[in-house]
């Protein structure tokens, strides 16, 4: 305690006791402030001079390194994707990939298998064989420049008023869905305090805006819940994504290639869901010993040096981009004659398949094969290798039948193409069952009663 304020404490009545006390603890309050301010200030003068100099040190290294140094190759930041030429197998699944790449009205595929069976993978790696898409730049959309069918609200507006949007090449969007997402996530929503306060409809895109005019991939297409799988199939058969939010309607192009994959064990999808779906395929486990080993060390190769083995595969990957954009152009200019098409219905009907769906998928998908393979016109076979992808999936299903729904496709196919087929099954059945009833005779034991004569 300071003379001062000692001397003034005792000459004062013991009713100012209290007050004296209280100036006493401001006037320490007010020091140890002080006290506190000085050393932040010194704390904070010295940090500044660290930085300075740690700032110049990197400037002379920066410095050095670039005038002594020879210029490297930079690297990718993120890791490439497994090449889709170095898949081994899954014929079925790749052909159903690369057909929708060269159509995407297809509608999607949905890949089911074992686990570990190269799902995701080839799906990720599909998308280095999509060719570059020109964009607005800044827009969250995806918007095509030209086209008024594939922008967004804000450059639908600049393309109305005339504006001219500065654009730019980017790979084609690849955006999964993750199993937590929710309805806004997906969706998107509206921005309700900016839309009050300053009167313009404030939108936050979702998922499906981005991926407009790429792929959608959702794995674990049958854990998801039901409503949000319901609103992305929607948005993927529409090619619209409709957001209403308080009496504020925003709708966006969410023209995208649907994918899912998921492990049957865990669960299946409703038969309305699965509809929606253009192409489904299982896959299985490789059996084949070359094949499984080339994949395994190929697999070893990209976990070693992935842009490595993205070199080395990129001659093959080049040449099926090549094919698959000449495909896309040929596409228009595919023909199918009546009487295929007439059989395409016929099969739809005598396999009791709902809605047309199936129809229009059979017709896309062989259209698609044909102009993959560089030909012009359908034939049976064409549709005999893509209908069983087409349709198996919109079956009915009989848990007490040993025969899948592909099997039954193909069957039921064979006998419309081939009137001979039913007389040869006939007769093969009424062999069957004469062997059957021979070889029952002969195993009777002597003495044995036969039933009744004439029987």
């Known amino acids: ?65 670039t005038d002594g140094a020879v210029a490297a190759k930079p690297k990718a930041v993120t890791k490439p994707p497994f090449p889709f030429v170095r898949i081994a197998g899954q014929e079925d699944m790749k052909l159903a990939l690369m057909l929708n790449v060269v159509d995407p009205n297809i509608g999607g595929c949905l ?147 649907m994918i899912g994959s998921g492990n049957p064990t865990e669960g299946e999808l409703r038969p309305q869901l699965l509809d929606r779906f253009g192409m489904s395929v299982m896959v299985t486990t490789l059996q084949d010993t070359k094949q499984r080993t080339a994949l395994v060390m190929d697999r070893m190769a990209y976990e070693k040096d992935p842009d490595a083995l993205v070199e080395a595969a990129r001659p093959e990957q080049e040449k099926l981009m090549a094919k698959l954009s000449d495909a896309r152009a040929r596409l228009p200019k595919v023909k199918m004659s009546m009487d295929l098409q007439l059989l395409i219905s016929e099969l739809c009907s005598r ?31 064409d549709i005999e290798r893509v209908v069983s992808m087409c349709l198996n999936h919109r079956m009915r299903k009989d848990p007490l039948d040993p025969i899948d729904n592909g099997t039954k496709v193909r069957i039921t196919f064979r006998r419309l193409t081939d009137p001979e087929m039913v007389k040869r099954e006939a007769i093969a059945l009424k062999q069957k069952e004469d062997a059957e009833k021979e070889k029952a005779k002969k195993s009777a034991p002597k003495g044995a009663w036969g039933g009744l004569p004439g029987r």
């Open 111 to 257: 890949i089911m298998g074992d686990r570990g069976t190269g799902k995701s993978v080839a799906v990720r790696a599909v998308v280095d064989l999509l060719p570059e898409i020109e964009v607005v730049i800044g827009d969250a959309f995806n918007s095509a420049a030209n086209d008024p069918k594939l922008m967004g609200p804000d450059a639908l507006v600049k393309f109305r008023k005339g504006e001219k949007m500065p654009t730019m090449k980017t790979r084609t969007p690849l955006v999964e869905l993750p199993l937590g997402a929710t309805e806004d996530r997906i969706c998107g929503t509206i921005d309700i305090e900016k839309a009050l306060t300053e009167g313009v409809k404030a939108y936050e895109p979702g998922l499906l805006a981005k991926a407009n005019r790429g792929i959608l991939y959702v794995d674990e297409v049958n854990l998801l819940d039901d409503g949000l799988v319901d609103v992305v199939l929607d948005s993927a058969a529409s090619g619209v994504n409709t957001v209403e939010r308080e009496g504020i309607s925003i709708s966006h192009p969410a023209k995208f290639i």
């Open 351 to 381: 396999l009791e398949v709902d809605g047309l769906r199936g129809d229009l998928v059979i017709n896309r998908a062989a259209r698609a094969l044909v102009a993959y393979e560089g030909r012009n016109d359908v034939t049976q076979k």
């Open 1 to 65: 305690m300071c003379l001062r304020c000692f001397l003034a404490f005792h000459s004062q009545s013991p009713s100012n006791v209290w007050e004296q006390q209280q100036q006493q603890q401001a006037c320490i309050t007010a020091a140890a402030m002080q006290t506190s301010l000085l050393q932040s200030s010194r704390l904070t003068h010295q940090h500044n001079a660290f930085r300075a100099t740690k700032q110049r040190k990197a400037c002379v290294s920066v410095q050095a390194a």
